[in-house]
């Protein structure tokens, strides 16, 4: 059984800065994709956006151009754990954020159907 916890989120004014952190547990597939999604709960017809992707062992990412020069994906050595770093914060930014893994296919990294284990989400809020 694959496992993700997310921790990191929290409360911070415009400007700022906060680091996500997704620890990924249990038998993964061997080369897999790692992405961040968010969503603002209770907003009808918002579904999940995607944030940010890291795959492989080469490491490609790929972000939404919304986020695009402010945050960055990234993973430890032994790639277990992948971070978020996101800088200059705005209030935009504000929604739970979701770890996600799932395997190499030809689905888009950018689709939450490319991935097959979630964890439980993280609140960030950005509000001064």
């Known amino acids: 059984q694959v496992q993700l916890a997310e921790s990191g989120g929290g409360l911070v004014q415009p400007g700022g800065s906060l680091r996500l952190s997704c620890s990924v547990s249990?038998?993964?597939?061997?080369?897999?994709?790692v992405a961040w999604f968010r969503q603002v709960p209770g907003v009808p017809g918002k579904e999940r956006e995607f944030?940010?992707?890291?795959?492989?062992?080469?490491?490609?990412?790929n972000y939404a151009d919304s986020v695009k020069g402010r945050f960055t994906i990234s993973k430890d050595d032994a790639g277990n754990t992948k971070y978020l770093q996101m800088d200059n914060l705005k209030p935009e930014d504000t929604a739970v954020y979701y770890c996600?893994?799932?395997?190499?296919?030809?689905?888009?990294?950018?689709?939450?159907?490319?991935?097959?284990?979630w964890g439980q989400g993280t609140q960030v809020t950005v509000s001064s």
């Open positions: 996600a893994v799932g395997p190499i296919s030809t689905i888009s990294v950018r689709s939450t159907r490319h991935y097959s284990y």
């Open positions: 249990g038998r993964i597939f061997r080369i897999h994709t």
């Open positions: 944030v940010a992707s890291i795959t492989g062992n080469s490491g490609t990412t």
